[in-house]
Structure formats: structure tokens, C-alpha cells
């Protein structure tokens, strides 16, 4: 991740790319608050003057990004768009040698396992395997949830130098999301403390009513923190004492294996198979 005094420093690099940027900035304005958007309202939400959102708007349109309603005159994004995070997926080494074993995590334990990589002060979902059963809420890949609240995030957390952890929890906003959030610095760090010492973390109910979770951090072979896996399981059919008791040590299990083993060649190739292997497709 990079540091917000090297960030100010990017900016400012003649090697930056303002153009580039404010294009991007284009496509993140579109969501769930503005799943369309004329061209004033693509100018308020990314701060450009209307002409140069009309420029970035028509070029995105040109390219297969947008697509413009020919009646209300209003931007969407477009499937093609889809392909940046596909592209992401598609080559990360992490992912394809972690889904056998969170398959067979999900297998073993019949709930939805996560698997989510830093960025900021959020995780971010790049693999999933839901559970057959009834789920308390959706969470695709891609999605973004803030570290502070979460087992993931406070498992990433806990392998950070504290002085670090501390920082990016204290950059973060903290909403109490739900009654039972936790949000004062001194609380949460001492949840960063426990997960380090016993080697997973644990969030009861603080993103969403009623979701449970446990989890462990990912490593690189030097040791360092990159992603964590996480067991979302209701609370309609578990404790987080039984969760903790009974879940724990399936989840520390796949820890270390997604940390340092290799899964054999066969368990790989239905995943490898999944990605579009046709002459012609990327």
C-alpha cells in the first residue's frame, strides 16, 4: 500500500497522468447512489467542469465504457466495464492457488468462505464460495468492507507492525454500523492484540445484523500480512462461542496452507478451466 506522503509525492511527479486519472474518476462516480448520471451530475460527482466531463463521458462512451440513453441523455456503465476487475482475478497468482483450499473449507465447514486483499482502510473480496445453506446477506467479489469492523480487516491488522495498525484505523471512518460495532481505537486494538496472540480475529454482528465471522491472515514467504480468509456464517444457526470452538481450527488449517503449501495440479485445473481458456480469449 502506499503511504500518504508517497501518494502527495505521485501526484505531484511530472510522470503522473492527470487525464488518466480524472477518467477513472469518471467511472468509480457511477453506484449504487449513481447507477446513472447526466453530464451535470458526472461534473458535481468527480469535481470537472462540464465540458470536460462531456469530453471523458463521450471518449468512455467511444470506448465501450458508457453507454448513453438516447432519450434522458443519461451515462451507465457497461459489462465491459467488469473487465478491469476480471482482468485482476484472472492473474492473480493468490487466487488460483487458495480456491482449492477454500473449497474444500467450504466443504468441510458448509459456510460461505471469503477471501480479501488490503486496500486503504477497506478489504476487498477476490474470492468467495457460499454456503448451499440460507445467507444472512450477499457479498460478491469486488466488494469493499472497512477493516476496522471486520474479522478480515482485523486479521490483516494483526500482523502489521501496531504502530501501523493504529494508523490506518485511526485514518479510517468509524460508523457504528450496528449496535454492537465497535468503534473506539483503544477497544479495536485491543481486538488487533488478541487476533495477533491467538493467531485469528473474530467480529460478532458489526458490519451487518445477524452476520458472524471469524478470520486468519494470509501470508507472503517472508512473513508479511497480504490477504486474509474469513468464515461468514448467521447467527440464526451459530454462537460466535461455537463458531470460535468448532470453526477455528479448519479456518487456522487452511491459513497455512494457502500461506505456504501448493495444491495438487488436479485440484487446480477446474478452476483453470473456469477462466476462459479458448483460443481467442484472454
Known sequence: MISPAELDKRLSSPLFNLSLMKGIEVLTAFGSQNPDMNLPEIAAATGLSRSAAQRFAFTLETMGYLRKDPRSKRYSLTPKTVEFGYRYLLVNPLIERANPFLLELNRTTGETVNMSEPDGTDMVYIARFATHLHATVHMPVGRRLPMYCTASGRAFLSLLPPDHARELLESAPRPRLTPTTITGIGELMDLVDAARENGYAY?????????????????????????????????????????RAELVPHLLGTGRQVSTGEPPVAELEPFRKGYGMAPGYP
Do not use: K
Not at 206 to 222: K, M, Q, S
Not at 227 to 238: K, T
Open 203 to 243: 467480529a460478532c454482528a458489526e458490519f451487518y445484523r445477524g452476520d458472524l465471522n471469524i478470520a486468519v491472515p494470509i501470508t507472503d514467504a517472508h512473513g508479511n500480512p497480504i490477504a486474509a480468509i474469513n468464515i461468514s456464517a448467521p447467527a440464526s444457526r451459530w454462537t460466535m462461542d461455537r463458531l
